[in-house]
């Protein structure tokens, strides 16, 4: 039976391991901005889908009618919203051709709703290179003119960005920076973009620029149609197809305010976590308990020790060390990103919210009660392993 010494130098070790990961992704995670200007840049539709917007479509149409670029289109198709998303868009087309609007068609039983939108902004845009992209995001005027150079530079089928994600209210500041940390802290970036395994990637949803040939030999979005991570499983299907996905840091060009209030965090990530890790219960709950271990137990430690409760000094010493490592971890990430790092004390609630909408994903889902934006989301197969 293993000790619990034993366990926590077993944990110690891990976050070493994520620690090199993390500084060593400091060099290999790019960033937009650092690459050569091609020769020719290609024609660009850049794909927006708007369902119940009003608050956010006109700073994303506006950043993105701004685009430094010398030949795109945008279209933006609305997915049957019942607030000022249309109103909002006919206004700004009247004064700029360049923006199309589409009006989406009813919603198949078979399709979930953002995934028939994109595929309808798919079949209708005429350019060489497909930019999907959220009417939450916020584009600087010259990212799509640096994320062509990098696809170019990268020969990439698909390059996807990890925007910077906006955080205002105190729920968002504790919660949203896990997303970024866990990108550049956990995924070996260089070796992600190495080897061919589909399981070794990670997709934004937020900014998926295809090369119009690769999103067409995958399937496009009629592939995933009924898979609410869809981004993962169209970054998936690029490497299955051996075609090449490269993951860039989009945070200085991107940015994205996806929730304003927990119940909106708590909705959105519960609709598609337990879909992020393939709907297997066992591995699921493992991985979760695993994290949760990783980061809580060493805090735990030292409250049990500071309510009186017996603590071993060598199991102190243990935690106070993994404690310090995952500050060290976590100030990495928090720096690079830009988020105050004041918020690293509340990495203990940060884990443990995280843990709980997890577990709810995981529930809603067996369940088939995810839902999104008034829709009820298709139940995906569920296996225990």
């Known amino acids: 039976m293993i000790s619990s010494s034993m366990l926590q130098i077993t944990m110690i070790l891990i976050l070493l391991v994520l620690l090199i990961i993390s500084l060593t992704n400091l060099r290999n995670f790019r960033k937009l901005g650092n690459y050569p200007s091609p020769d020719h840049y290609p024609f660009v539709s850049i794909l927006v889908p708007a369902r119940n917007e009003e608050g956010k479509i006109s700073s994303c149409i506006n950043s993105l009618l701004a685009q430094n670029y010398p030949d795109f289109e945008i279209i933006v198709l609305l997915d049957h ?106 995924l070996p970036i260089k070796i992600a973009h190495s080897v061919k ?123 106070i060390a993994a404690i310090f490592l995952t500050i060290l971890l976590f100030g990495n990430a928090y720096k690079r990103f830009n988020y105050p790092l004041i918020y690293i004390l509340f990495y203990p609630i940060c884990v443990s919210l995280w843990f709980i909408m997890a577990m709810n994903s995981m529930i809603l889902t067996i369940l088939g009660k995810t839902t999104w934006k008034g829709r009820r989301l298709i139940k995906p197969v569920v296996r225990w392993f």
């Open 81 to 186: 919203s019942k607030d000022r998303t249309e109103n909002i868009l006919q206004e700004i087309a009247a004064k700029n051709k360049r923006l199309r609007i589409l009006t989406g068609k009813p919603l198949p039983s078979v399709w979930l709703g953002k995934h028939w939108a994109c595929h309808q902004l798919a079949q209708a845009a005429k350019g060489e290179l497909l930019l999907f992209t959220d009417a939450d995001t916020v584009h600087k005027p010259d990212s799509l003119r640096e994320s062509v150079a990098a696809m170019i530079a990268e020969n990439a089928d698909l390059l996807t960005a990890l925007p910077k994600e906006k955080v205002s209210s105190l729920s968002e500041k504790i919660i949203l920076p896990l997303m970024p940390f866990g990108v550049s802290s956990i």
């Open 197 to 319: 395994s589909p399981l070794l990637s990670i997709t934004i949803g937020q900014f998926m620029l295809f090369k119009r040939k690769a999103y067409e030999k995958i399937g496009g979005y009629s592939a995933v149609r009924d898979n609410i991570a869809d981004d993962m499983a169209m970054g998936r299907r690029i490497k299955a197809n051996g075609l090449r996905l490269f993951l860039v840091d989009g945070s200085e060009y991107i940015s994205c305010h996806m929730y304003d209030t927990y119940s909106q965090i708590s909705e959105g990530f519960s609709k598609n976590l337990f879909s992020v890790f393939g709907c297997k219960i066992i591995p699921y709950i493992l991985i979760w308990v695993f994290i949760a271990l990783i980061f809580l137990n060493p805090l735990s430690n030292l409250i049990l020790k500071i309510a009186g409760i017996y603590v071993s000094g060598e199991s102190i010493k243990l935690s």
